[in-house]
């Protein structure tokens, strides 16, 4: 089973606006951690965002938020007033667990294209 | 800034060729990981290693190898080349604690022959 689904392959968005992006993990820790990354057409992964499980409010990072609802084990990134800087790829992530001597080792989810239109 | 550098950006090898893909980080980072990138697959992680030394599997370790002979260096090496192994190659480094990011190089596009 898959533990990142990411279900939106590719979506539009218009400029200023907001975008929601879908991210659903699967884990039986009670530990965990999820992160966001940004990929640009050049090809580097940009992190974005972290919200971890034990975490109470939403992780926000000027303009990306973190729609975090642990009981349907969704973490949503939301874009707001989006610029055209932001066409990429977004990939979700999961570290499970709490840290050992294992280092902390990602999932990722299939990702998620995101083309402005200006 | 953390800097994570791959040596190569394109690589085109043959079938067969040993290849040595190149990572090194100047953040003192305890963690590095090496990941291959396919269309419509994500990131599949390749090894990782969480300290001078060490390594771990990751989820698609089969023909590949690693080395970590020192902290800021961590080199995948395939040891026959195949085709099947065309791919964007990921490298990233990342500090031990349960939410530090793991920082990212540029990628390698290895192509095989």
């Known amino acids: 089973a898959q533990k990142i689904t990411q279900t939106q392959p590719g979506m539009f968005v218009q400029e200023k606006e907001a975008v929601t992006l879908d991210c659903t993990y699967d884990?039986?820790?009670?530990?965990?951690?999820l992160f966001w990354y940004k990929q640009p057409s050049s090809g580097e992964m940009i992190f974005l965002i972290y919200?971890?499980?034990?975490?109470?409010q939403n992780a926000t990072e000027g303009r990306y938020s973190l729609n975090f609802q642990k009981a349907r084990k969704s973490a949503n990134l939301v874009i707001s007033a989006s610029q055209l800087g932001d066409s990429a790829m977004y990939f979700c992530a999961m570290r499970e667990g709490l840290i050992k001597a294992a280092g902390n080792k990602l999932t990722f989810g299939g990702g998620t294209r995101v083309l402005v239109k200006p | 800034d953390v800097k994570v550098t791959q040596s190569s950006r394109y690589l085109v090898k043959r079938t067969g060729e040993k290849v040595f893909l190149e990572c090194v980080q100047d953040?003192?980072?305890?963690?590095m990981f090496w990941y291959r990138q396919d269309p419509g697959l994500g990131l599949r992680l390749i090894y990782f290693?969480?300290?001078?030394?060490?390594?771990e599997k990751g989820d698609i370790p089969e023909g590949y190898s690693v080395s970590r002979e020192k902290k800021e260096r961590f080199s995948l090496i395939l040891e026959s080349a195949s085709t099947n192994q065309t791919s964007m190659y990921l490298c990233?480094?990342?500090?031990?604690?349960?939410?530090?990011?793991?920082?990212f190089g540029d990628g390698t596009r290895l192509s095989i022959l």
């Open positions: 919200q971890g499980s034990y975490d109470e």
């Open positions: 290693s969480y300290d001078v030394k060490m390594k």
């Open positions: 884990t039986s820790d009670q530990s965990y951690g």
């Open positions: 953040m003192d980072h305890e963690n």
């Open positions: 990233a480094s990342s500090r031990q604690g349960y939410n530090q990011p793991q920082h």
